[in-house]
């Protein structure tokens, strides 16, 4: 299997998670504006998640995608490596600046002491 760990421009870290999952780790800090970047890959790939996709998951610096790899080699071609490619689709919506609308409420929850 071919080493996935990889720096983008963005800064962003490609780690392999077992066979079955990469994480994209977009840094150390904690800071709004990065777990804004985060929230906004994430909707953006949660929109466009191809079926060999099983689970997106964001936390407060990274994202975490689960893949079955029988359905993504048959679902890309086979001239590379499959997983190789999926990184470089991810890479794309990364560069994409487009927008992704998202909607937030305050929720007020009573609490009793």
Do not use: W
Request: negative net charge.
């Amino acid at each position: 299997m071919q080493n996935i760990d990889q720096i983008n421009p963005h800064g962003i870290t490609f780690s392999s998670l077992g066979d079955e999952a990469i994480i994209l780790n977009f840094g150390d800090s904690i800071d709004e504006s990065l777990n804004g970047t985060v929230l906004r890959v994430f909707y953006k790939l949660k929109k466009i998640a191809p079926l060999f996709i099983k689970d997106i998951i964001p936390t407060y610096n990274s994202i975490i995608i689960f893949y079955d790899l029988l359905i993504m080699e048959n679902t890309k071609p086979f001239n590379k490596f499959s997983l190789q490619l999926f990184i470089e689709d991810i890479k794309n919506i990364i560069k994409d600046d487009t927008e992704i609308i998202t909607f937030s409420r305050k929720i007020k929850i009573p609490v009793c002491y």
